[in-house]
C-alpha cells in the first residue's frame, strides 16, 4: 500500500479553502499565501516518437503535479553538480519464492498509434515496454552496455565483419504455435529491411533475398555490403523484436503482435487508446534461475495515461501498480511515496537545442556558439531538471563511452556570446519551434528569455506534436527542443549524424549535421569491436561536437519506474548464460520475471 | 414579493454594485496600463525563486520558472479580456440580429438561417475551433475568431425561440393587425421583451468565452507561447494543485471575480432598467 | 393530414441536407490541415518512395469532391474504412469508445437536470433574496472554474485522497453496474457542474418574466397552491427554454468529454477524437464527427418536435 499522502492533505486544505474562498467571495484566505509552500514542481515528460529515440523535447503530455522536495524548501540547490549519488542498479533479490498469477496493470505515458508491427511502427519508450513483453529481442544490452545474444544464442562474423550468423535457440515458437526458426527470422530481417525508417537503419543489407542465406533449421548467415562491426546493436530496440511470419502475413499485423515473448497478445487484445492486455504465455523457453518457468504473472494490462497528473493519480489511488516517467523535477517526490526504479547515470538520453545547420545564421558555426554561450546551462538545469539530473557536455553522459570531464563545449558568457552575436550580424528574428505541451512551452519560453538577454531577437513558433517531427525531418525549422542520443552505441547513432542522412528534404539528421570528422568515425566504428578504440573514437566524435556546436547540449534526461509495494522483481531480466540485462533504459523496462505479492 | 421604489436601488444591491464596479475598474486599469506600469516585474523573467507562495515581492507567489505570478496574471488579463470582449460582442450582436430576423420573419428566411445555426451547432464547437486554429494558424486573431464562433450559433438559436415565442402573443397580432411597420414592432415590441434573455446570455456568453478560452489551452491550441492568458495559466497551474496550488488559485480567484462583477453588475442594471 | 405529411417530407428532406452540408465541411476542413497523414505517419521514416505510394494509397492526389463522395457512398453501405495508422476498422474503434461517451453524456444531462431544475426555480421564485444571490454566486463560481481544474481537484481529492472513484478506466454497464457509475460519477459531475450553471441563469431568468407576467399574478390572485404554481406555470413554460438548451447543450458536451476524458482516464469518442486530429487520421475524424453531427442534427429534429407539442401557437404556425 502506498504511504499516507500528506500533500494530499496540504491540497485538500487548500481546495477547500477554494471552494470556501469562492462561496464567501473572500479575497483573502485561498491559502496560497502559506510560506511552506514547497519548491517545486513540474515535471515534463518527454515523450519519444521516431524510431528507438528521436523525439522533440517534449511530448504529449502536460506537466507534472507533485514535487516536494523535501530537503530545501525554496530553490534547487545550485551546488547540485556531482552526479547524484544513485544505487547503482536497484535490482533487489527477492525476498522470498515469486508467487505465481496475478495481474500487473501499468500506467504508460503515450499510444503506439502506428500498433505493433516491428517494421512498420515507430517506438517509443511506452512503445518498447510492451514489445519487450510480447516478443523476445535478438539482443538485448546487459549491465555494461554490451549487446548480448537474447533469442538468439549466438552472434558471430568473419574478420571483416562482412559476413554475419545469427543462429537462434532451439525449440522455441511463437505464439501461434510456429517455429521461430532461421526462416522465420531471414521474413522477419527482410520485413525489416522494407519498413519506413527500419529500412534506413539497414541499407548494409543491399537485398535481403540474396544477402541472407539459410544455412540450417537455426542459423542464418548475412551478408553486408560492407563491414559493420557493430551489426548486434542494431537489433536490440525495434529491429530486434522477432515477429512471426504469421504476423506479417496478416492484414492485423499493426493490431496483434505474434512473438515468442513471455505474454502474448490473444484475439483483439488490443484497444487503442484504451488498453493493451498481455496475457501469459505458458509455454515461454525461459525458466528462472531456479528453474522454475516464467513469466509468473497472469496478465499484463497495459493503460496509455498520456496526462501524467492523472498517470500519477492513478498510482497514487491505487487502480495501477505501476508507471514510468522521465521528468527529474518529479524525482525526489517519488523517491519519498513509492519504489522507483532510476535508469543508471550511463546511457541516458540527452536533452538538447537542434540546430537546422541548413538555415542562415547557423549554417555559421559562430551562430551556434554564440547560442551556446548565451544558454545559462547551470540555470536551466536548475529549472527544467530540479537539479536532481547533470548537465550535458555532449551526447554521452558519464560512464558512457565517449564521455569528457571537459568537451570544451562552450560555457556560460553572455557577453561573449552577445558579442559574437553582433559579429554575427544577423538581423532578423530567429525561431525556436515547440510543441503544444504545457512543460516544453515553458521550457522554450525560459531558452528564449536567456537568448533575448544576449541581444538575440527570438521568436516562438508552436505547432502539434505530430508537425514538429514532420517539419524537423522535412528541415523546416531553425531551433527545436529535442531529445535523443544515449551513447550506447555509435552505429545506432549513424542515422541520425552521418552526413549520408543529411538531405535537403527528408533527413533522419534533422540537424543536417555535414562533419568529414563525424563521417570518418562511423565508418572507423565499423571496423573494431575493441572497446578502447570505440571510446577514443566516440571521445572523437564528443569533441568535434563541441568544437562546432552542433547541438545546444542541456541535460540528460532522467527515466525513472515507479511501483507499488506489491510488485517484486521490477527491471530484472536473466540473458541466458549471461547475467543481468540493464534494467531500465531510456525508458524500457523488462516485465518478463516480476511477481507481485 | 415585496413592492420595490423602482426609482431606488436598495442599499445592498448599491454596495454590490460600487464594489462589482471597483473590481472591474481595478481590472481595467491593470490591464490598459500593464506596459507602463513601472513596479510590475516583467512577466517573462525567470529567477531561481520557484513556486514561492505570495510575499511581499511577489504579491500572487512564482510559477515553475520563478516568474512573477503577478505580473503574469496582470498581462494574462489583456490577452483574456480582449479575446472575451471582442467575441462576446460578436457573438450576441451577430447572433441576435440572425436569431431575431429568423424568429419573426419565419419562412425561407427561418430556414436558411436555422439551417446555418444548425450547422454550426452540429460541428462540436470546440473540435471546429481546434480544427480552425490549426488551419488557419495558430494566433490571437484565430483564436479570437474560433472562439467567437462558438458563441454566435447559441445566441442566434435562443434568440430565434424567444422571438417566436414573443411573436405569437396577443399584442403583437394585435400591433400587426393595427397595422405597425415590421420595423416598429420588432424594435418596440419584441426588442424590449427578448432583451433581459439576451443580456443575460450575453453575460454568461462572456464567462463561457474566458473558460472556453481555458479549455483551448488546456490542449495546447490556445495563443502561442510566450502570450499569456488567464486560461493559460490555469492550465500550466493545473498540474501543480498539490505543491503549489496558488497557481491555480489565483488566476482562478481573479476570474471568478470578474465574471461575478460583470454578472451582478450587468443584471442589478437590467433590473432597473426594465422596471422604468 | 397530408398537411403533416408534406411537412414531415420537407422536414427529413432539410436533415438529410444538413448532414450532407455538414460533413462535407468537415470533410473539406480536414482536407485543408497543414501536413499530409502520410508524412505524419512515416515521422522522421519518411522517404520519396514510401511517401508516394501511402498517397497514392489514400487518394489524396484526387479531387474533393470526388473523394467525399467515395466516402460518403462507403459510410451508406456501412463501410466506414479504417483508421490509417494501425488499420483498425473505425466501425471497431467506435465500437469501443461510443458505449463510455454516450453514457457520459447522459449521465452528465441527468446531473445537470437535476442540479439545474430545483436552484434555478428556487432562484426565480425567491429572486433578489439571498437564497437567489447564492445560488447566482456559486453557480457563477463553477461557471469560471474550467472543467479541466474542477476534474484535477476531483481527482486529488475523490480519487487520490479519499479512494472513493477509482481512475482504473472506463467499466461497462454489464461488467459491474457498481463500478460502471463509478467510474463515471466524477466526470459527469464535473461536466454537470459546468453546465448546470448556465441551465440555472437561463431557467431563472426565464421563470422571473414568466412571474412577472400578469397572467401568473392572475393564477396567484384565484389562490393556486405555490407548488401547483411553480409546475403549472414555472416549470411549464420555461420547458421550452430548457428543451432548447439541452438540446444545444448534448451536441457541445462532447467538447467537454475530450477534456474529461482526459484528466478520468476514460478512453471514449472525445479524447479518441482530439487524438486522431493531432495525428490527422482524417478517416477517423471524419466519421466521427459525422455522426456526431448527424446525431445531433436528428436530436435538433426532435427538439422541434418537442416544441410542437409544448407550444401549440407554434404548431398551428408551423403546419399554416
Not at chain 1, 500487473?104 to 500498433?115: C, D, N, P
Not at chain 1, 498510482?315 to 514510468?324: E, F
Not at chain 1, 519551434?433 to 512551452?441: A, E, I, L
Not at chain 2, 445566441?155 to 405597425?180: F, K
Request: overall charge negative; glycine content about 8%.
Amino acid at each position: 500500500m502506498p504511504k499516507p499522502n500528506f500533500k494530499s492533505k496540504l491540497l485538500w486544505r487548500y481546495s477547500v479553502g477554494l471552494f470556501l474562498a469562492l462561496a464567501l467571495v473572500a479575497a483573502a484566505c485561498g491559502g496560497g499565501d502559506d510560506s511552506s509552500s514547497p519548491a517545486d514542481t513540474t515535471g515534463g515528460s518527454q515523450a519519444t516518437s521516431g524510431t528507438d529515440a528521436s523525439t522533440p523535447g517534449g511530448s504529449s503530455n502536460g506537466e507534472s503535479s507533485n514535487g516536494t522536495s523535501a530537503t530545501d524548501a525554496s530553490s534547487p540547490n545550485p551546488d547540485n553538480q556531482t552526479p547524484p549519488d544513485q544505487p547503482e542498479t536497484p535490482v533487489e533479490t527477492p525476498k522470498s519464492n515469486p508467487v505465481y498469477g496475478g495481474t500487473l496493470t501499468m500506467g504508460l505515458e503515450a499510444e503506439t498509434g502506428q500498433g505493433w508491427n516491428p517494421a512498420t511502427t515507430q517506438c517509443a519508450p511506452s512503445c518498447h515496454v510492451i514489445m519487450r513483453t510480447v516478443f523476445d529481442s535478438l539482443f538485448y544490452e546487459d549491465a555494461d552496455g554490451n549487446f548480448q545474444p537474447y533469442i538468439l544464442e549466438s552472434a558471430t562474423s568473419n574478420d571483416d565483419f562482412t559476413e554475419w550468423t545469427f543462429t537462434l535457440r532451439p525449440n522455441i515458437s511463437f505464439h501461434d504455435g510456429t517455429p521461430a526458426n532461421s526462416a522465420a527470422l531471414k521474413r522477419h530481417i527482410t520485413e525489416i529491411t522494407k519498413g519506413f525508417l527500419t529500412g534506413q537503419v539497414l541499407t548494409v543489407i543491399a537485398d535481403p533475398d540474396n544477402d541472407m542465406e539459410i544455412i540450417d533449421d537455426l542459423s542464418l548467415l548475412i551478408r553486408l555490403s560492407t563491414p559493420v562491426a557493430s551489426f548486434p546493436p542494431l537489433f536490440s530496440g525495434q529491429l530486434g523484436y522477432f515477429a512471426a511470419p504469421s504476423q506479417y502475413d496478416s492484414d492485423d499485423s499493426a493490431q496483434r503482435p505474434i512473438g515468442t515473448g513471455p505474454f502474448k497478445c490473444e484475439e483483439s487484445c488490443w484497444k487503442v487508446d484504451e488498453e493493451f492486455v498481455a496475457t501469459r504465455n505458458p509455454s515461454y523457453w525461459k525458466q528462472d534461475s531456479e528453474g522454475r518457468q516464467l513469466p509468473y504473472l497472469d496478465r499484463i494490462i497495459f493503460r496509455p495515461i498520456p496526462d501524467s497528473d492523472t498517470r500519477q493519480a492513478a498510482l497514487s489511488s491505487g487502480d495501477i501498480n505501476v508507471i514510468h516517467d522521465n521528468s527529474p523535477l518529479d524525482a525526489p517526490d517519488y523517491a519519498e511515496e513509492f519504489n522507483v526504479l532510476v535508469e543508471e547515470q550511463r546511457f541516458r538520453q540527452t536533452g538538447y537545442v537542434l540546430i537546422n545547420h541548413d538555415r542562415s545564421p547557423f549554417d555559421d558555426v559562430r551562430a551556434r556558439r554564440a547560442l551556446a554561450l548565451c544558454t545559462d546551462q547551470e540555470l536551466y538545469h536548475l529549472l527544467r531538471g530540479g537539479g536532481n539530473t547533470l548537465v550535458a557536455n555532449g551526447p554521452f553522459s558519464p560512464n558512457t563511452p565517449g564521455w569528457l570531464a571537459d568537451t570544451g563545449y562552450p560555457s556560460f558568457d553572455p557577453d561573449a556570446g552577445s558579442a559574437l552575436w553582433e559579429e554575427v550580424g544577423y538581423s532578423e528574428q530567429i525561431s525556436i519551434s515547440t510543441s503544444n505541451d504545457p512543460f516544453n512551452r515553458t521550457s522554450t519560453e525560459l531558452l528564449a528569455e536567456m537568448w533575448n538577454d544576449c541581444g538575440i531577437d527570438i521568436g516562438i513558433t508552436q505547432v502539434d506534436q505530430g508537425q514538429l517531427i514532420t517539419n524537423a525531418v522535412g528541415g523546416n525549422f531553425q531551433l527545436v527542443l529535442w531529445r535523443n542520443h544515449t551513447g550506447i552505441s555509435l552505429e545506432i547513432e549513424r542515422i541520425w549524424w552521418h552526413s549520408d542522412n543529411a538531405r535537403a528534404g527528408f533527413s533522419v539528421n534533422a540537424a543536417r549535421i555535414r562533419n568529414p570528422v563525424i563521417d570518418q568515425a562511423f565508418e572507423d566504428v565499423r571496423q573494431t569491436t575493441d572497446p578502447d578504440e570505440l571510446r577514443q573514437i566516440a571521445e572523437r566524435v564528443n569533441l568535434e561536437f563541441a568544437q562546432q556546436v552542433h547541438n545546444i547540449w542541456l541535460f540528460w534526461s532522467l527515466w525513472q519506474i515507479i511501483y507499488d509495494d506489491s510488485v517484486q522483481n521490477m527491471g530484472v531480466l536473466h540473458i541466458p548464460d549471461h547475467g543481468p540485462a540493464l534494467p531500465a533504459y531510456e525508458g524500457r523496462i523488462n516485465l518478463t520475471e516480476v511477481w507481485r505479492e | 414579493m415585496k413592492p420595490h421604489n423602482p426609482n431606488r436601488i436598495r442599499p445592498t444591491l448599491l454596495v454590490g454594485l460600487i464594489l462589482a464596479g471597483i473590481w472591474l475598474a481595478v481590472i481595467i486599469v491593470f490591464a490598459v496600463f500593464a506596459p507602463i506600469m513601472g513596479f510590475l516585474p516583467d512577466p517573462g523573467r525567470f529567477s531561481l525563486n520557484v513556486n514561492q507562495g505570495p510575499s511581499w515581492g511577489a504579491w500572487f507567489g512564482t510559477d515553475e520558472i520563478g516568474r512573477d505570478l503577478f505580473a503574469r496574471v496582470v498581462w494574462g488579463s489583456r490577452l483574456s479580456l480582449l479575446i472575451a470582449l471582442i467575441s462576446t460582442a460578436f457573438g450576441t450582436i451577430v447572433g441576435g440580429f440572425l436569431g431575431l430576423l429568423a424568429g419573426y420573419f419565419k419562412g425561407w428566411i427561418d430556414d436558411f438561417i436555422s439551417g446555418t445555426v444548425n450547422i454550426m451547432l452540429s460541428l462540436p464547437a470546440l473540435i471546429f475551433a481546434l480544427l480552425l486554429v490549426t488551419i488557419l494558424e495558430q494566433n490571437l486573431r484565430n483564436v479570437t475568431i474560433a472562439v467567437s464562433l462558438l458563441s454566435t450559433p447559441a445566441v442566434a438559436r435562443i434568440v430565434r425561440a424567444q422571438t417566436l415565442r414573443i411573436a405569437s402573443r396577443g399584442y403583437v397580432e394585435v400591433a400587426q393587425s393595427i397595422g405597425a411597420t415590421r420595423l416598429r414592432i420588432i424594435f418596440r415590441e419584441i426588442l424590449p421583451n427578448i432583451l433581459p434573455v439576451v443580456l443575460s446570455l450575453c453575460f454568461i456568453a462572456f464567462g463561457i468565452v474566458i473558460v472556453a478560452e481555458g479549455s483551448l489551452s488546456f490542449i495546447g491550441k490556445s495563443v502561442p507561447s510566450p502570450s499569456i492568458t488567464w486560461g493559460s495559466l490555469l492550465a500550466s497551474g493545473r498540474g501543480k494543485l498539490e505543491d503549489a496550488p496558488h497557481l491555480t488559485i489565483y488566476p482562478a480567484l481573479i476570474i471568478f471575480l470578474t465574471l461575478l462583477s460583470v454578472n451582478y453588475a450587468g443584471n442589478v442594471l437590467l433590473n432597473r432598467a426594465s422596471r422604468n | 393530414m397530408s398537411q403533416l405529411s408534406t411537412f414531415i417530407g420537407k422536414r427529413l428532406l432539410w436533415l438529410t441536407s444538413i448532414v450532407v452540408v455538414v460533413t462535407f465541411i468537415t470533410f473539406w476542413l480536414l482536407n485543408l490541415l497543414p501536413g499530409d497523414p502520410c508524412t505524419l505517419s512515416s515521422g522522421s521514416g519518411a522517404t520519396e518512395e514510401n511517401l508516394a505510394r501511402c498517397r497514392d494509397n489514400l487518394k489524396l492526389g484526387s479531387n474533393l469532391f470526388v473523394r467525399y463522395f467515395d466516402w460518403l457512398t462507403d459510410c451508406l453501405t456501412g463501410d466506414f474504412g479504417e483508421s490509417y495508422r494501425n488499420g483498425i476498422e473505425v466501425s471497431t474503434i467506435l465500437a469501443q469508445k461510443l458505449p463510455a461517451t454516450s453514457w457520459l453524456i447522459l449521465y452528465t444531462m441527468v446531473l445537470t437536470l437535476l442540479i439545474s431544475i430545483p436552484l434555478g426555480t428556487i432562484a426565480a421564485y425567491r429572486r433578489n433574496s439571498w437564497v437567489d444571490s447564492t445560488i447566482s454566486t456559486t453557480s457563477f463560481g463553477m461557471l469560471s472554474i474550467p472543467a479541466f481544474v474542477l476534474g484535477s481537484i476531483m481527482v486529488l481529492v475523490f480519487s487520490v485522497q479519499f479512494k472513493w472513484f477509482p481512475l482504473g478506466g472506463y467499466v461497462g454497464p454489464t461488467e459491474n453496474l457498481i463500478e460502471h457509475w463509478k467510474s463515471l460519477f466524477l466526470p459527469a459531475l464535473t461536466l454537470a457542474l459546468g453546465s448546470a450553471p448556465i441551465y440555472v441563469q437561463l431557467l431563472r431568468a426565464d421563470m422571473v418574466e414568466n412571474l412577472e407576467e400578469n397572467f401568473t399574478a392572475a393564477v396567484r390572485a384565484k389562490g393556486l397552491p405555490t407548488r401547483k404554481l411553480i409546475f403549472r406555470h414555472l416549470l411549464r413554460p420555461s420547458s421550452f427554454t430548457l428543451v432548447t438548451l439541452a438540446g444545444i447543450n448534448a451536441a457541445q458536451l462532447i467538447n467537454a468529454t475530450v477534456v474529461v476524458e482526459f484528466i478520468f482516464n476514460v478512453a471514449g469518442v472525445g479524447s479518441f477524437l482530439i487524438d486522431s486530429v493531432f495525428a490527422q487520421d482524417y478517416l477517423v475524424v471524419q466519421t466521427i464527427t459525422a455522426l456526431i453531427a448527424t446525431a445531433f442534427v436528428v436530436l435538433n429534429a426532435l427538439v422541434d418536435a418537442i416544441y410542437l407539442v409544448l407550444d401549440p401557437r407554434v404548431r398551428t404556425r408551423k403546419l399554416t
